[in-house]
């Protein structure tokens, strides 16, 4: 039963409820008997106990005639409900309103213990059991002073407790049912609140359960305690990142059937090509060789993408980081896309600071990072362009700009770009290709615990900045 949550939920609201309202209702009933009736009673009794002495000290020979003490508490009986007894300055009983007490009128009483404290002129209030009575009692014993102030005599009240509890059972059904009224209550709020917590949670069970066989009807609504919404929102951010890589691996697998199809039927041409009259023709057959060779080279490329890819999806990048001179391996970097530019007629510029600045870098990956925004500039600035590359040091950061003036980047896409796979809406910057590279170069980058900046502005180039920390070590 407890192996459902909605069971255990419920438990939970529900057990506190079952424990606590009982409990509550016995201490309430047993405070109200102890601490409020009782006391209530023994003042009543002790009030009573003073007026009777008051009277009784108006009547001086009670004490000497228990005929005459007789009718006296007789008379009292009629208007008070408590047992009155006399006892005289000796301790003999000598008037009772309790028939059961009229065949000790006469016998000594000064062998218990209350009456031995009233003759020594202290009153007392007991409450215990008679073993006589064969009840529970409340006792007020109050002793009677004379002229001289010595004990004349004693007046004894006592009260059944069966007869107030007789009279306080109304009460208690009285407080057992307005309790049984709030335990159900109680229950019925704790069931509802279970309830209203499990319903969403079940839902978001059964999202995810259709999500995993491809059934997802749409977002979640987010209602319920805070826990629940963001539990919510966390599994409708779930599906659009799902949904997000689920187009993705479409986008890719359509990139790769376009990537490889090109450069494999371009080969797949040429070999025709040579197989036939092209074979003969040294001239020819060496151009198509060089085309297949290009076509080759284009496919390793993709695949070391795809390779570079893999390792952002798995997490496996590792950087074999060393103390880098930043100037003088910046100038072995730029050398073959210096030669690049220049054979595609774009102006080659670079402004590096003569100071030496340390970086603890892996050399290899950070090149692979820099190599990749070279091309694309290279790439998408036409002839008669200018890429520039400048370093500079700020704030205990070095930032090496990459300055060109191609065909740049609209704003709304400059936020989006180090996406992989991502193809702007306007295809003017990324028209072709598996469009990697940037994203490449930002998680290299970010590996490095730097990051990259881009400002660009459609048709009028763009500018990308890679931020590295200084290294600790001293120049």
Known sequence: MLKT??????????????????VMGIALIYVLETAVVLPELAGELTGQGQLVARLVKNRPGLWQNSAQAQAFVNELSQVLTARIMLLNASGQLLASTDPADLTQLGERQDD??????????EPSINTGYSPRLDAEITDVLIPVFGSHQEVVGLIRLSHRLTTVQEQFLQLRYLILGVLMAGLVLGMLVGLLLALNMERPIRRVTLAIYGLSRGDWSGPLYEQGPDEIRLLLRAVNSLVDKLRNLEQARRQLLANLVHELGRPLGAVHSA????????????????????????EIERLKRLLEDLARLHEQVLGTLELDRQPVELISWLDQVLVPWREAARSKGVTWRTELPAEPMLLEVDPDRLGQAVGNLLSNAIKYTAEPGTVTVKANREDGMVGIRIIDTGRGIPLTEQELIFTPLYRGQTGIRFPQGMRLGLSIAHDLVVAHNGWIEVASEAGKGSTFTIWLPLSSRPD
Request: overall charge positive; hydrophobic content about 50%.
């Open 5 to 22: 949550l909605r069971a255990r939920l419920i438990l939970s609201h529900l057990l506190p409820v079952l424990v606590i309202v009982p």
């Open 112 to 121: 218990l213990p209350v009456v031995i404290k009233g003759l020594a002129g």
């Open 271 to 294: 070999i025709e090509a040579l197989m036939g009259r092209a074979g003969t023709d040294g001239t020819l057959r060496q151009e198509l060789l060089g085309g297949i060779e290009q």
